[in-house]
């Protein structure tokens, strides 16, 4: 092609470019990035409890609220009255939309972060979970239900009523262990990591991890919930065996 044919065809690509230039913007970085040093939990036999490190980093300075939560049930919380010299079940409540377990971690004291209707508003803390109540009894009052099941979930190791330490290694790196008892039960949860700057939610992430149970445990465990009336009857007949037996073992002539 002649040079004086090339020269519109540069012109316009020259013009193309430019106009792409000017109206297209780069891309903003993400504020907020986070990742799991394992995404899955395997409960197996002997299992004592394990910690997962959650890691990420920031764009500029601020603050992280971390929330895990989780699979939601349904509970029952009984009351118990002293009849007779007797501690008996008297009233009761049920609670729906409980989570089996729930954690927080806060980069500072969580009442510097932000104010309490921040928090509300995104259901952040214990205090702020909706818990649907349904009552039985002559009770109305369901904060005595509602109390009760905090602290016996915080007992047991499923809550934690203060929120762990987030760690900054520098002023965008941030790092945490979330702890999962023993006790931890199976099902998906919900990591939500928050980054607060002024007040003001900035950037919210959220992430699953999955804690499931593994080997002749989780076997077992299945067979239970598909067959359960087998398992019981399988369950009386090893008893019986294993009484039996022992009995023999240790009789004396």
């Given at each position: 092609?002649?040079?004086?044919?090339?020269?519109?065809?540069?012109?316009?690509?020259?013009?193309?470019?430019?106009?792409?230039?000017?109206?297209?913007?780069?891309?903003?970085?993400?504020?907020?990035?986070?990742?799991?040093?394992?995404?899955?939990?395997?409960?197996?036999?002997?299992?004592?409890?394990?910690?997962?490190?959650?890691?990420?980093?920031?764009?500029?300075?601020?603050?992280?609220?971390?929330?895990?939560?989780?699979?939601?049930?349904?509970?029952?919380?009984?009351?118990?009255?002293?009849?007779?010299?007797?501690?008996?079940?008297?009233?009761?409540?049920?609670?729906?939309?409980?989570?089996?377990?729930?954690?927080?971690?806060?980069?500072?004291?969580?009442?510097?972060?932000?104010?309490?209707?921040?928090?509300?508003?995104y259901h952040i803390g214990l205090e702020n979970q909706n818990f649907v109540t349904?009552?039985?009894?002559?009770?109305?009052?369901?904060?005595?239900?509602?109390?009760?099941?905090?602290?016996?979930?915080?007992?047991?190791?499923?809550?934690?009523?203060?929120?762990?330490?987030?760690?900054?290694?520098?002023?965008?790196?941030?790092?945490?262990?979330?702890?999962?008892?023993?006790?931890?039960?199976?099902?998906?949860?919900?990591?939500?990591?928050?980054?607060?700057?002024?007040?003001?939610?900035?950037?919210?992430?959220?992430?699953?991890?999955?804690?499931?149970?593994?080997?002749?445990?989780?076997?077992?465990?299945?067979?239970?919930?598909?067959?359960?009336?087998?398992?019981?009857?399988?369950?009386?007949?090893?008893?019986?065996?294993?009484?039996?037996?022992?009995?023999?073992?240790?009789?004396?002539?």
């Amino acid at each position: 092609m002649p040079d004086t044919a090339r020269l519109p065809f540069l012109l316009a690509c020259l013009l193309i470019f430019a106009w792409v230039a000017w109206h297209v913007k780069p891309a903003k970085a993400d504020p907020l990035v986070v990742d799991l040093s394992n995404h899955l939990v395997a409960i197996s036999t002997g299992f004592t409890g394990t910690d997962v490190l959650l890691f990420g980093a920031i764009e500029n300075k601020g603050d992280v609220v971390i929330t895990v939560r989780g699979p939601e049930r349904d509970m029952v919380v009984r009351r118990k009255e002293r009849k007779l010299g007797i501690w008996v079940n008297s009233q009761s409540a049920y609670l729906r939309n409980v989570p089996t377990y729930y954690a927080t971690a806060a980069s500072r004291p969580i009442e510097l972060i932000a104010n309490d209707r921040l928090f509300a508003s995104y259901h952040i803390g214990l205090e702020n979970q909706n818990f649907v109540t349904t009552m039985e009894g002559d009770d109305t009052d369901d904060s005595l239900y509602r109390d009760a099941l905090l602290r016996n979930m915080e007992y047991v190791g499923l809550y934690n009523d203060k929120p762990s330490k987030i760690s900054f290694l520098s002023n965008q790196l941030f790092r945490t262990d979330i702890h999962f008892p023993a006790n931890t039960p199976t099902g998906t949860y919900v990591i939500d990591v928050y980054l607060i700057r002024d007040g003001r939610i900035v950037s919210i992430k959220s992430t699953p991890l999955v804690v499931s149970k593994t080997g002749v445990s989780a076997e077992v465990y299945d067979f239970a919930h598909r067959y359960s009336a087998l398992y019981g009857i399988i369950a009386v007949i090893i008893a019986g065996f294993a009484g039996w037996l022992a009995s023999v073992i240790f009789r004396k002539n």
